[in-house]
Every structure is written in structure tokens, then in C-alpha cells.
């Protein structure tokens, strides 16, 4: 079992940068891939960022590319999501997910977090 606690999340204006972070527990946190995916009030769950157990691939959801950043620390147990230029779309609730296997799709993750609200105002 692998418990995720997102922080960070907030209220920040157009333009603006937040960053979150997300504390793993429970497993070999390098054993790990992780990601971030979001929900917008009335709309699916979307694929944000994901990276390896390494830290040396990342692939990104192409409405947040050359905008956000997705890394880890594996002696800390934590990944994190910089994001800069926000948009009012940005707007949703953003997701930690941990699992085995490699892709966007929800189904390649197996532990999810709690989540936590960034409303990005015009």
C-alpha cells in the first residue's frame, strides 16, 4: 500500500507560478512511476505530467508543455509539479498517482492521493 499527500495547491492570478509537492509512504518510493493528472469541474480526469523511477524521462500532456515541470526527489520520498504561466483553464483539482506500469491512461497508476485545488483567476 502507498499513501500520497498532495500540498501546495492554492489561489494564484493568471501568470502566476505555484508549485505542488507530493509525499509518498508505504513502498520503496524509487520503485515508483509517478504522475499528476487533474480534474476541471465538469470534465473527465485529465493526464497532467508523468515521470520514471529514475527521474531521467518525463512526458508531459501537451496543454501544459514548455509550462510545467514534473520532478522527484527519491531520498525525500516526493515528486513535485512546477507550474508557471498559469491559465484560467488550469483551473481543477490536481492529483497524485503512483504505480508500476508506464503511460498516461488513470489505468497505469495504482495509488492516488487526495488531491489538492489550484484556481488560477483572470
Known amino acids: 500500500q502507498v499513501t500520497l499527500v498532495e500540498s501546495g495547491g492554492g489561489l494564484v492570478q493568471a501568470g502566476g507560478s505555484l508549485r505542488l509537492s507530493c509525499a509518498a509512504s508505504?513502498?520503496?518510493?524509487?520503485?515508483?512511476?509517478m504522475g499528476w493528472f487533474r480534474r476541471a469541474p465538469g470534465k473527465e480526469r485529465e493526464f497532467v505530467a508523468g515521470i520514471s523511477r529514475g527521474g531521467g524521462v518525463t512526458m508531459y500532456a501537451d496543454s501544459v508543455k514548455g509550462r510545467f515541470t514534473i520532478s522527484r526527489n527519491n531520498a525525500e520520498n516526493t515528486v513535485y509539479l512546477q507550474m508557471n504561466s498559469l491559465k484560467p483553464e488550469d483551473t481543477a483539482v490536481y492529483y497524485c498517482?503512483?504505480?508500476?506500469?508506464?503511460?498516461?491512461?488513470?489505468?497505469?497508476?495504482?495509488?492516488w492521493g487526495q488531491g489538492t485545488q489550484v484556481t488560477v483567476s483572470s
Open positions: 498517482a503512483a504505480g508500476t506500469s508506464w503511460g498516461a491512461l488513470s489505468s497505469a497508476f495504482d495509488y
Open positions: 508505504g513502498r520503496t518510493f524509487s520503485t515508483l512511476r
